[in-house]
T-cell receptor, first 114, second 113 residues
Framework: EPEVTQTPSHQVTQMGQEVILRCVPI?????FYWYRQILGQKVEFLVS????????KSEIFDDQFSVERPDGSNFTLKIRSTKLEDSAMYFC????????????FGQGTRLTVV | AQSVTQLGSHVSVSEGALVLLRCNYS??????LFWYVQYPNQGLQLLLK??????LVKGINGFEAEFKKSETSFHLTKPSAHMSDAAEYFC???????????FGTGTRLTIIP
């Protein structure tokens, strides 16, 4: 069964460092998303991406964040200068172009900023 | 504002008992509604979805949910709990088929042997 793959599963970084979280969406999907879940809190939308551009972003997704689909398969989330409060589980999701279909989520990357 | 409310952050049921996890939504237009399950240290897996067809939706692992417009609810049920059902359950909403999901705060289900 096709699945969304995220790497790494866990990343520890020092405050102020840049991190790149990687995702390989399901191959025929056209809509891509990043969500995050701070420990003990709900899953929050960060950004959606379609047709090689951001289609919507939340207020969390400030200038420190960026997304890219560099090679037609990977979908990355970059945090330029990490803060302690960026520590969270980050989920990538993708969805097919068909109506009434659900988003498929990856296993997540746990980011710990120290 | 469009939102999803899950009543009860923790629910405990005995093995074999009925599972009822509550979800209410607010939406100015008919929503698409979803239940996702998250097992420990894993990602989000879709249990079931409502997309304006049948109001009673059956999902995986014996779960089902009923869309009640008059109550703005989409509660998740399972007739008989199993130990393997212990997990965190998230109700989520989107307005259109390809829009972002808005999640509830989640309900942690514990099964008592």
């Amino acid at each position: 069964e096709p699945e969304v793959t995220q790497t790494p599963s866990h990343q520890v970084t020092q405050m102020g460092q840049e991190v790149i979280l990687r995702c390989v969406p399901i191959s025929n999907h056209l809509y891509f998303y990043w969500y995050r879940q701070i420990l003990g809190q709900k899953v929050e939308f960060l950004v959606s991406f379609y047709n090689n551009e951001i289609s919507e972003k939340s207020e969390i997704f400030d200038d420190q964040f960026s997304v890219e689909r560099p090679d037609g398969s990977n979908f990355t989330l970059k945090i330029r200068s990490t803060k302690l409060e960026d520590s969270a589980m980050y989920f990538c999701a993708s969805r097919s172009p068909d109506v009434y279909t659900e988003a498929f989520f990856g296993q997540g990357t746990r980011l710990t900023v120290v | 504002a469009q939102s999803v409310t899950q009543l009860g952050s923790h629910v405990s049921v005995s093995e074999g008992a009925l599972v009822l996890l509550r979800c209410n939504y607010s939406s100015s237009v008919p929503p698409y509604l979803f239940w996702y399950v998250q097992y420990p240290n894993q990602g989000l897996q879709l249990l079931l979805k409502y997309t304006s067809a049948a109001t009673l939706v059956k999902g995986i692992n014996g779960f089902e949910a009923e869309f009640k417009k008059s109550e703005t609810s989409f509660h998740l049920t399972k007739p008989s709990a199993h130990m393997s059902d212990a997990a965190e359950y998230f109700c989520a909403r989107s307005i259109f088929g390809n829009e972002k999901l808005t999640f509830g705060t989640g309900t942690r289900l514990t099964i008592i042997p």
